[in-house]
């Protein structure tokens, strides 16, 4: 378990093992609110498996993206409640 | 690095127990066969994470067998459409895919049942094999204070993985009465390899409460939830939390069959002895065809990859075993089906649809879902009624007459080339 993989989650820096998805980098981080909600309301995971799409944030510039079913990798920029 | 388009004798659409049993069965025949999973790596729900945690012999003997038969994984392959016979459309990271295949074996799983109730939508309730899912993937659990509310085994095996990776389960609340599981537990005896693993997790679950008959009538906290109300019919009472789990077991993912023209019988995928669906050359197994779990969806992978493969009679060689499995199917349906409370529980300014904020009261007024959707734009946002329309089936007997692509959410660039 030697290998760690650093990335930021709205610019705080999160160090994480390989494997590691992002919306458990994101819970690292001590966020919990992932989004809000068409009406403002704060939203988080609910499925976990890719389908309920609460837990979407922008990743590297690209939002919209299901941080349940992403991999961590090495200098990922992760900003949520976008 | 996969080709924007292949083509194999045999595609299994799901890398879970029973598309990696059907992928083995047919590939150990000499077919060339390929299997298309939406998540990183194979193992489905209950695998998740397995092929580099090592730490049930049941999935690393499985996903070891898989790896010796000369299948192709395609995996971050999300099947979106069914565009003409023979070809499946999917999504890679790096693009669109067409995969063409001769037979098609459909093991898509299940999905968890998520039922409206005041302060479901805050951060920090999930369901519990959602939750679970997310701390096989890392989610920091130690510590933390869980309250696991809804029904069916699956709560069990959650409270059991969660308690190992350090958190404290403050209660277990199942819906259904004690006499019911009572039963069940009981019929389980038959099914000796479920006992086992039955026992394991009650003895390693001592010290943890495990109520019968209690179910959750509010979430409560300001921007994460921070207790749940629970009630069992004449008390209520409040349980602090830092995460609630909550799901009323499991529904079967059925878009796929849908969008094929297969048949459908009670919710789920009508199949032969064969596992063949009602439309010729496409097959299915697992749950799609019924809630039946881990080992229902091994056996019934194995015979759809068999009869795919042309080996009836290795097919038919496992038909006692699966027999056995759907009695315990029949019996765990029976004993957590979910109670009448349950359609209740929502107010009219509670969110139904999570995806476009839309209020029970504004759903319930339409005549059916059709309506709901054209008016109130209920189902029509991000998961597509993935989730507002299960609860919808349950509370209010509205069905799905059919589905549209994407079949999972895709990026439009893709999308474009469903329409043909
Ligand atoms: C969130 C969750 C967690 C669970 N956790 C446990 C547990 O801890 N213990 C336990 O005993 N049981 C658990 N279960 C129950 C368990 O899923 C079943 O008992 C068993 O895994 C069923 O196997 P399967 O092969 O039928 O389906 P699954 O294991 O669900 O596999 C289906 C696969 O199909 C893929 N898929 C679906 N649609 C598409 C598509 N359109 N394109 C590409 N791929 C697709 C999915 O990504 C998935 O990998 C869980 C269920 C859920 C929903
Ligand atoms: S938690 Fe449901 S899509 Fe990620």
Redesign the pocket.
Known sequence: MAERVQLRVNGKSVEVTPGTVVAAAIAMAGESKFRRSVSGMPRGPL????LCMECRVTINGLSQCRSCQTLCEPGMEVLTDD | MTEPRSRFDIVV???????LAAACAAAEKGKRVAV????PSP????WKGEQSRLSIPQAQKWIERFRRSGATLLDR????AAPEPGVLL?EHPEGAREIEWSKLII??????LFLPFPGWTLPGVM?P??L??LVKGGWPIAGKRVVICGTG??LL??AD?LKKQGATIAMIAEQAPMSRVAGFGFKTLRHPGKLVQGMGIFARLRGVPYRCGVWPVQANGGEQVNSVTLADGSNQWTEKCDLLACGFH?VP?V??PLAMGCELAGGCVRVDANQLTTVPDVYC???PTGIG??DC?LTE?QIAGYSAAGSDDQAAALSNERAGWHAFRLAMSNAFALREELKSLANPETTFCRCEDVAFGRVKAASGWREAKLLTRCGMGACQGRTCGAAAKFILGWGMESVRPP??PARVGNLTRTNR
Do not use: K, Y
């Open positions: 499925c976990g498996m890719g | 659409v799901g890398a879970g127990p029973a598309g298309v999973d939406d998540a193992g489905g729900q209950i392959t999300a099947v979106i999917a093991a898509t799983g299940a999905r968890e369901g094999g959602g679970q899912a085994p699956l095996a959650v993985g499991l993912n878009e796929l197994s697992g749950e779990g881990v969806a992978g079949l999972l």
